[in-house]
């Protein structure tokens, strides 16, 4: 079985910081995990994925994840938040051809 | 243009009627699903094809159907049987490649019952 926790539901930032979104994840077999990124009312965007190659995966925007096995751990970090990264953020674990389980998501704020 | 259409954007239904959201994919995906999503509470699956003429229920099927009779095309009917169908509903299909399958999703339908 198959399971992710999105640490927080809500995380404010100030423009220019850093961005922390953790997640760890379950799963009984070697896992794809992935980001996906949702601004209101539209579908949600692949942001990045780890799929069993290097552990420091680069995504679309400035953003990367880090792979920790020994933590079941996939947190999301960007250097310097943009207004433009205010959105809803789901971490998601798969294994093999099974559905993708999602995270309940992080709803990500950034203050000018 | 590739990718994944959804239509229409917002759908207004009053209660006991049945209603079919659309989705249609150019990117020559077999498999393909439907999701539901309240605020919340993240995607839960409704349904899901993993290749034509064949799907399985979801964690949350009670009150939906589907059909998938061409490969681009996997539209899914909220029932009058489904309770509280207000919610916004995404579809998405998967891409099989080397490193494993990646999912990707259309615009979404936004679904209010009046």
Redesign the interface.
């Known amino acids: 079985a198959q399971s992710v926790t999105q640490l927080d ?1 809500h995380v404010s930032v100030s423009e220019g910081t850093p961005v922390l979104l953790r997640c760890n994840y379950s799963s009984s077999y070697s896992p ?1 995990l ?1 980001w ?1 990124v949702q601004h209101p ?6 942001l990045l ?1 780890y ?1 069993s ?1 290097a552990t420091l995966v680069k995504g679309i925007n400035g953003f990367e994840a880090e792979f920790k096995k020994s933590e079941t751990s996939f947190h999301l970090t960007k250097p310097s938040a943009h207004m433009s990264d205010a959105a809803e953020y ?1 971490c ?1 674990v ?1 294994s ?2 099974t ?2 389980v ?4 992080t709803r990500l704020s950034v203050i000018a | 243009d590739g990718g994944i259409t959804q239509s229409p954007k917002y759908l207004f239904r009053k209660e006991g009627q049945n209603v079919t959201l659309s989705c249609e994919q150019n990117l020559n995906h077999d498999a393909m699903y439907w999701y539901r999503q309240d605020p919340g509470q993240g995607l839960r699956l409704i349904y899901y094809s993993q290749i034509v003429n064949d799907f399985q229920k979801g964690d949350i099927a009670e009150g939906y159907s589907v059909s998938r009779e061409k490969k681009e095309s996997f539209p899914l009917t909220v029932t009058s049987a489904q309770k509280n169908p207000t919610a916004f509903y995404l579809c998405a299909s998967n891409s099989q490649g080397l490193a494993g399958p990646t999912q990707y999703f259309g615009p979404g339908t936004r679904l209010t019952v009046l």
């Open positions: 539901s794809s992935f996906y009312n539209k579908g949600l965007q692949l994925k799929t190659a789901f998601v798969s093999g051809n559905p993708l999602f995270g309940k998501g």
